[in-house]
């Protein structure tokens, strides 16, 4: 499994709607989100009466806690990981890309096992059989900026780890 982090963004609503709508060229297929703080069923857009996703008010909610730290906050804000199985690799399901969301979270210290209710807001949304995007506002619950040092080396420690656990083929 590759994890990659890409260089942090200043807006997150950008790139929520990217992930959920159809992509460049309709390669997005069934976008929906699989993990996040909180249960993906309370984080899910509903629909609209267009049939569109209305994505104010998951927007809203991962923008508080940058809203909440003021001057404080980091200037580039958004955090996004890829993760990716090979293409040999079998098909995780929704509930082990779940996990695999989760443990990256909890690996990078920015939503560790425990500490939901304090730690950074984030989903992750799959549009694609192969891999899962992770979306992050770097402003904690509990008031604190969140600290990204070293992500780059857990995210692959954690990939490293979930190869073996889920039996996917092991990279270098």
């Known amino acids: 499994m590759i994890g990659k982090i890409t260089p942090r963004g200043k807006r997150v609503e950008g790139l929520i709607y990217y992930l959920s709508g159809p992509g460049q060229n309709v390669e997005h297929t069934d976008p929906h989100i699989v993990a996040?703080?909180?249960?993906p069923a309370e984080l899910e857009p509903p629909l609209r009466p267009?049939?569109?996703?209305?994505?104010r008010r998951l927007n809203g909610v991962l923008q508080?806690?940058?809203?909440a730290l003021g001057d404080r906050a980091p200037s580039r804000p958004g955090w996004h990981c890829v993760a990716r199985g090979a293409p040999t690799d079998r098909m995780l399901s929704d509930d082990e890309w779940a996990q695999v969301a989760?443990?990256?979270m909890d690996r990078t210290g920015l939503a560790p096992y425990g500490e939901e209710d304090d730690a950074v807001r984030w989903v992750a949304i799959r549009h694609g059989p192969d891999h899962i995007h992770i979306v992050a506002t770097l402003a904690r619950q509990d008031g604190g900026r969140a600290r990204v040092s070293n992500d780059y080396y857990r995210v692959r420690e954690d990939c490293q780890a979930i190869e073996g656990r889920f039996g996917l083929r092991r990279t270098a």
């Open 64 to 67: 508080q806690t940058l809203a």
């Open 102 to 104: 989760g443990e990256i």
């Open 36 to 39: 996040g703080w909180r249960h």
């Open 50 to 55: 267009t049939g569109g996703r209305d994505f």
